[in-house]
DNA sequence: CATATAGTTCAACGATGGTTGAAGTATATC
DNA sequence: GATATACTTCAACCATCGTTGAACTATATG
C-alpha cells in the first residue's frame, strides 16, 4: 500500500482540468466502471482512457479492483471519502464570505498630494 | 458591456490550475485589490500578473475599476455573484451523494461461461 | 509638452502534458 | 502450451500555455 502525498490544490484542478479525464471522471460519478464500458460511452482508445484513469487512481480519487470471477476485468470508482475532502476544501476556498473588503497599502489614497505639499512647503 | 459565455467546467479548473493564477486569485479573495501589490506579495513582474488578471477577467471571476482620485491605479476584485455560481456548480458535481452503484453492462457477469455451454451443445 | 508612473500587449521561447500506435503484461480459455 | 482478451506501459509527436523582455497605452505631474 503506497501512501500518496496530498496534492495541492492548483495539482487537483489541474487533474479534473482535462475534458477527457472529466468526462471519464464524471462517467464514474454515475456507476460506470470497467475500462472498456468508459470506451463505449465515450469512443476513446482503451490505453487513452488507462492513461487518465491512472492520474486519477495517483490522485487518490478513484479506486481499482479485479472482478472475482474473471481478473481480466478492472472495476473503477470514485473514492468516495477522497472526493467528500475533496469537496469540503473546495468549498472553503471558494466560499465568497471569504472574500475581505479593500485592504489599502498603496495607492493615491495612502499618501494624498495635499499632505505632501502642506509639509513640504 | 461585453456578455462572455458560460465556460465549461473543464475550462474553469483549468483556470484555476496554474499555482500562479492560483496564488493572485487568493491574494484578491483577501481583499488585495491593485497590480503592484499582488507582484510585491508574490514577488512577481507585473506583465506577468496582468495576463493572468486578464485569463481570471474574462472568465468573469474577477472585476476591475480604475481609481476615482488617480486613473492610473486599477484596483482587482473578485466577482462575489460569479464565484457563488462557481462554488454552487462544484459543489453539485463534485457531490459524494452523486455516486452511483455499479450498473453492470458488461463483464462476466451478464453472460456466464455455463449459459453459453448449455446453450451451444 | 516632456517626463514619470501604473498597467497592458506583443513576440518568442520552452516546458508540460494529451494523444497515438505499438509493444508488453496478466489472466482466462481451449 | 498456444491463443485470446482486458488492460497497461512506452516512445514519440505536437499543441497549448506560462514565462520573459521589450514595446506600447493611458493617465498624471511639473
Known amino acids: 500500500m503506497t501512501k ?4 495541492t490544490l492548483a495539482a487537483t484542478f489541474k487533474l479534473l482540468s482535462d475534458p477527457t479525464r472529466l ?7 454515475q456507476g460506470v466502471q470497467c ?12 490505453n487513452l482512457i488507462s492513461h487518465h484513469l491512472k492520474a486519477l487512481r495517483e490522485a487518490g ?15 473503477y470508482s470514485i473514492n468516495r471519502e477522497m472526493l467528500a475532502e475533496l469537496n469540503d476544501q473546495l468549498a ?5 464570505h ?3 473588503p479593500r485592504l489599502p497599502t498603496c495607492g493615491p ?6 499632505d505632501i505639499r502642506v509639509r513640504g512647503n
Open 92 to 96: 472553503a476556498f471558494l466560499d465568497p
Open 23 to 29: 468526462a471519464i471522471f464524471d462517467l464514474l460519478m
Open 98 to 100: 471569504r472574500i475581505q
Open 4 to 7: 500518496t502525498k496530498k496534492p
Open 61 to 75: 480519487l478513484v479506486n481499482v479492483e479485479r472482478d472475482a470471477l474473471d481478473a481480466r476485468w478492472m472495476y
Open 35 to 46: 475500462n472498456c464500458e468508459i470506451g463505449d460511452q465515450l469512443d476513446l482508445e482503451m
Open 109 to 114: 489614497r495612502l499618501v494624498p498630494a495635499t
